[in-house]
């Protein structure tokens, strides 16, 4: 569908002509209709799928058609980190060129004149505030913040907000919002916390549910089965292999510090980054950390860098594997299984963007039962089996066959246990039946 089939403003329309999009994505497609009309929205969808316009442009076109106050805040959007809301921000400048709404980024981590800027933009009523939960509710508590006349509440990666511990600030935000407020609620997953979180903000919301996409096809998708000891090695011999040098050999000084070669290595704890980041500096690698412990200076100073390719090698953790567009990223190494697929999609989507091609390389730990079940289920929704990267006998190697069989009969056991022996009240062991709420729902007719 083209945007042009949509009821959009005039001056909406005229902003995506100046940046030549025609063509809704599927979740804009299902999305805006419903948020036009003034309905509550979920939408469960995973970044890169052109969620953010999905809310912007239908929310502009109505601050744009109707009489809102001028002088009042009239839609508050919340994001997780810092960095989506400067993205939100971004897009906001671009679709908004010919409409008259204003917006103000309130993030923390800036400096005092950032806090200043903030404070200004709320006390005189932008338009569209887009903010991290803490630091509204750091304004809201200095008394000079009113959001009795918003009109549209937006939950940007509810999923990770609530992840991340911001339900209480979310509903102490909610509670100061008037009660016809049209709320909208944008999630990669749904998982019961934020579903409940749905049900106690919103009212007869529509569903609109984009099922999670394949990687892209021109992601060459790998996997190396090890022991946990095993795995700083292999990514030392991963990224010399990449950088152009022999994996058990001497690289170059100057193939280390191309700055045409970008990589991204996806640690799950922050507690990791540390250990990865010194393991790869010994090695001559040109890399830097990026995760939630460091303040705002030193995020944009080594996203600068690393765009810059001044830094090649970013040890992360998932704070940039949603919502971020890098370009030029050539390899993702998952240090450590993802959490589930959708996980994995959002952090290898970071390569072979913009039709370019990428690699990925996925660490599977052979000590760790819960992680090669998840790599199972991984392939299974893949449906396709990764290439592998064998751990060579200098390093111990490892028998994936052999790792393979003892879970699948360590597997055998645990349900013939819980099948068995429990007594004739419990013929069906374990077994429950999970009916998700939100899985019942549909696209708008």
């Not at 009109?151 to 935000?173: K, P, S």
């Not at 390719?309 to 919502?323: E, K, M, Q, Y």
């Not at 879970?407 to 998700?436: D, E, V, W």
Request: charged content about 25%; hydrophobic content about 40%.
């Amino acid at each position: 569908m083209k945007f042009s089939e949509l009821d959009l403003d005039e001056g909406v329309m005229e902003a995506l002509e100046y940046m030549h999009y025609a063509e809704c994505t599927p979740v804009q497609e299902q999305a805006i209709p419903p948020v036009l009309a003034g309905d509550d929205v979920i939408a469960v969808a995973q970044t890169g799928t052109g969620k953010t316009a999905a809310y912007l442009l239908p929310i502009l076109s109505n601050l744009n058609r109707y009489r809102y106050p001028t002088d009042a805040i009239n839609c508050v959007i919340m994001a997780p980190t810092r960095e989506l809301a400067q993205q939100i921000d971004q897009q906001m400048q671009g679709f908004s060129y010919y409409v008259d709404a204003s917006s103000v980024a309130v993030y923390g981590g800036g400096e005092g004149k950032d806090f200043a800027e903030q404070k200004n933009g709320l006390m005189r009523g932008a338009d569209v505030v887009i903010a991290t939960p803490g630091r509204l509710l750091s304004h809201i508590n200095l008394g000079y913040v009113d959001l009795s006349q918003v009109a549209f509440f937006v939950l940007d990666e509810a999923d990770r907000m609530l992840d991340m511990g911001f339900y209480d600030d979310i509903m102490a935000i909610d509670k100061l919002l008037p009660s016809d407020c049209q709320k909208i609620l944008y999630s990669a997953t749904m998982p019961p916390k934020t579903q409940k979180l749905a049900e106690n903000i919103m009212w007869k919301p529509t569903m609109v549910k984009i099922a999670v996409s394949k990687p892209a096809e021109k992601i060459h998708q790998q996997a190396c089965i090890c022991y946990e000891p095993q795995k700083v090695d292999m990514v030392i011999r991963v990224l010399k292999q990449f950088f152009g040098g022999r994996p058990d050999g001497f690289v170059k000084d100057e193939l280390l510090r191309n700055p045409d070669k970008r990589v991204v290595v996806f640690v799950s704890k922050k507690l990791k980054v540390k250990d990865v980041l010194l393991a790869l500096r010994k090695k001559g690698f040109q890399v830097a950390a990026m995760h939630s412990d460091l303040d705002q200076k030193e995020r944009e100073e080594t996203m600068n860098a690393f765009k810059a390719g001044r830094v090649n090698v970013l040890v992360a953790t998932d704070i940039v594997s949603r919502g971020i567009d890098i370009t030029g990223i050539e390899l993702v190494v998952n240090f450590d299984m993802t959490h589930d697929p959708e996980d994995y999609v959002h952090r290898i989507g970071r390569t072979a963007r913009a039709d370019h091609d990428g690699e990925s390389v996925t660490m599977v730990s052979a000590s760790d039962r819960k992680e090669l079940q998840k790599f199972v289920e991984l392939e299974i929704f893949l449906e396709k089996k990764m290439d592998r990267i064998p751990v060579p006998q200098e390093l111990g190697g490892c028998n994936e066959e052999e790792v393979m069989q003892t879970i699948h009969t360590r597997s055998g056991k645990s349900r013939r246990n819980n099948g068995q022996g429990r007594g004739k009240g419990n013929r069906h062991g374990n077994r429950k039946t999970n009916i998700s709420r939100a899985g019942r729902g549909g696209a708008p007719r």
